[in-house]
């Protein structure tokens, strides 16, 4: 619950402001007022849910805000997050849990909202640097430091103290902490490479348990990301004591850590075994996953049972359990057939999720360039980029500068005169050694990108590879041309094709087949028979429908050319447009008429017909 509380009547109209970007705050008054819950007193309510809350924010006096709240403070892990907005809403203050409870992120959320000061105090978060507190709320990784290691740790990482992070997986968290690394952190993708005689702090982002972690005199500081899955079969009613402890021992002695296991998994058959509850209770933080027989039929694993088929149809429980729930990723630990005594007799094995593994080989990302202009390539192809080892860039189309972002010593080459062979035996040459490969494509790649057949190589060699979409043409041609593609009540769709050249079109989308829908027709590849294009679509549309030109759209030497679709043929052949012309042709050109139902009076959003109530 987030709770709103105005200390006066002036301060509801920057509470009902606040509430709009809250959601799903509640604006708590002491009178009856619409749109709020009466309360007795502030101290009243403080009194009764400070410590429901997730987060309340005050409006009103700073003395007022310290004095309702200090007689229910615990502690920052538990404490909501508490914010002050002075009633002109000039300066926004988080008075409590600041940084773990995540008031400081608030903070900066109603400043922008309201248009005020944010007054941030926190270290770390005034000079940009990572809050490792913070990284289990954020993250979703576990860890086993008490208060007094996270804040020794802390300190020393915000005095800028010689840090080194370790990553053996690979997930989203660790992707952001890599972007936002400061200039004081090490990187280290294995143990062997960490520099223990410089090394002040350790964090670790690891499901493994090393040895020479717990040696070290340095700080350190792991967290368990949940990549791990424990599969479980067991004889009818097995005895459970001692058996999650077993496991856990095993576990421990193959270098993999209970702290980060996220699936708990068997079959049907087993669901209300004992020992399935007993070990999900004793590993609280998992989640149990029970497949029916179909959906492990399939799964293929190392170690087949011809007995466990006769039973349940399947040739592994553990092993087909674990393996399914990471996605057909790699067993750490096979099928471990334990009999502790009679009647205590069950299997287990652990798997890793597929994609959390660190790559042994490169990386593909094919990356979506935009229309042109290096500005409009998106932050995550901007990114890769500057990462990459090789850019292979489609020379013909995409614009030299996007390779300028390149960082020194990488390899930039255009991929212009190379046949689909030769492309691939670059990318592979790079990929084979462990190199990030960038091939970098005009537009979006999914649209008239030729990836797929670059994708079928990848497939074939399994190799790992990914798709960073861009801005296609089509939508710098609607900014270019001041023009909403979409009409109310005229045209509701926007069709992508190209005219019929060299590449045949299917029967059913001929040109003069779309165009009878009258929609807005984003036209690619075909200035060439713009002739032919022109005739098709006469037979649907009128003759002085709008169309436009649009050559090298964003490039610095665009130029769009508009007329009518009787003119079209003619605006391309006498201004010679080429290979990098859109044709786009429809009445919702320069269009001005028919407006959305947002802005009539009568119509409501969800949040704000919540606010009314």
């Keep these: ?173 660790i992707d952001e902490l890599l972007r936002t ?9 294995h143990i062997a490479e960490v520099d223990w005689q410089t090394t002040a702090l350790l964090l670790v982002v690891s499901p493994f348990i090393h040895d020479e972690i717990e040696r070290t005199t340095c700080q350190v500081i792991q967290f368990f990301p949940p990549v791990l899955h424990v599969g479980v079969g067991c004889r009818r009613d097995c005895r459970t004591e001692g058996v999650a402890d077993y496991i856990v021992e095993q576990l421990h002695h193959a270098g993999l850590s209970i702290h980060a296991v996220s699936t708990l998994n068997t079959i049907e058959l087993k669901r209300h075994e004992p020992l399935m ?19 492990l039929s399939e799964v293929e694993v190392p170690n087949p049972s011809e007995k466990v088929h006769e039973v349940t149809g399947i040739w592994g429980v553990a092993e087909s359990a674990a393996l399914k729930s990471s996605h057909n990723g790699r067993l750490l630990l096979e099928k471990q057939k334990v009999t502790l005594e009679e009647g205590r007799q069950f299997t287990f094995a652990v798997a ?17 360039a935009g229309p042109g202009d290096p500005e409009l390539v998106s932050v995550r192809g ?17 614009p030299v500068e996007l390779t300028y972002y390149a960082k020194p010593g990488a390899v930039v080459r255009s991929s212009a005169t190379m046949n689909l062979e030769e492309q691939f035996q670059c990318m592979k040459e790079f ?9 970098l494509h005009t537009g979006d790649p999914c649209i008239y990108g030729a990836i797929q057949e670059q994708m ?15 801005i296609s043409s089509f939508q710098a041609a609607a900014a270019a041309l001041r023009s909403q593609f979409t009409i109310p009540e005229r045209v509701q769709t926007i069709i992508l094709t190209r005219g019929e050249g060299r590449t045949p079109m299917p029967e059913k989308e001929q040109l003069h087949k779309l165009a009878q829908s009258q929609s807005t027709m984003c036209i690619y590849l075909s200035a060439s028979i713009v002739e032919r294009v022109q005739e098709e679509l006469l037979q649907a549309y009128p003759p002085e429908t709008p169309v436009a030109a649009c050559y090298k759209l964003t490039w610095k030497d665009e130029k769009i050319y508009r007329g009518q679709l009787k003119d079209l043929a003619r605006l391309v052949r ?5 290979l990098t012309t859109l044709l786009v042709v429809g009445d919702a050109i320069d269009n001005r008429q028919g407006f959305s139902k947002l802005y009539d009076k009568g119509f409501s959003h969800m949040f704000r017909t919540k606010v009314s109530e």
Excluded at 181 to 189: G, M, Q
């Design 181 to 189: 690394k400061p200039s004081h952190v090490t990187v280290c993708r």
């Design 1 to 173: 619950m987030i709770a709103i509380l105005p200390v006066s009547e002036s301060a509801l109209s920057l509470a009902r402001q606040i509430q709009l970007v809250l959601n799903d705050a509640i604006i708590y008054y002491n009178r009856s007022v619409p749109g709020c819950k009466q309360i007795t007193s502030i101290r009243s309510f403080c009194n009764e849910h400070f410590a429901d809350c997730e987060a309340i924010v005050f409006i009103g006096a700073m003395g007022i805000c310290v004095r309702s709240i200090v007689p229910y403070i615990q502690n920052k892990y538990e404490d909501p997050a508490v914010v002050c907005v002075d009633t002109t809403g000039r300066f926004v203050i988080p008075v409590l849990s600041g940084h773990v409870g995540g008031a400081n992120i608030l903070t900066r959320q109603i400043a922008r909202e309201i248009g005020g000061e944010p007054v941030i105090t926190t270290q770390s978060d005034n000079l940009g640097l990572w809050s490792i507190d913070r990284w289990m709320q954020d993250y979703g990784w576990r860890c086993q430091a008490n208060h007094y290691a996270m804040n020794k740790a802390i300190s020393a990482f915000v005095a800028l103290q010689p840090t080194t992070l370790l990553v053996e997986v690979q997930d989203a968290g």
């Design 352 to 368: 890793i999720t597929r994609k959390s593994e660190l790559s042994r080989g490169g990386h593909i990302e094919i990356v979506g």
């Design 382 to 398: 901007k990114r890769f980029l500057q990462q990459a080892d090789l850019i292979l860039y489609a020379g013909s189309l995409v």
């Design 574 to 578: 006498e201004n010679n447009l080429t």
């Design 277 to 295: 509850a007993a070990l999900a209770a004793e590993w609280s933080w998992t989640r149990m996953i029970v497949y029916e027989t179909e959906d």
């Design 456 to 470: 079928a190589f990848f497939d074939k060699y399994k190799m790992d590879y990914h798709i960073t979409p861009g």
């Design 431 to 439: 990929y084979d050694r462990g190199k990030l490969v960038v091939r």
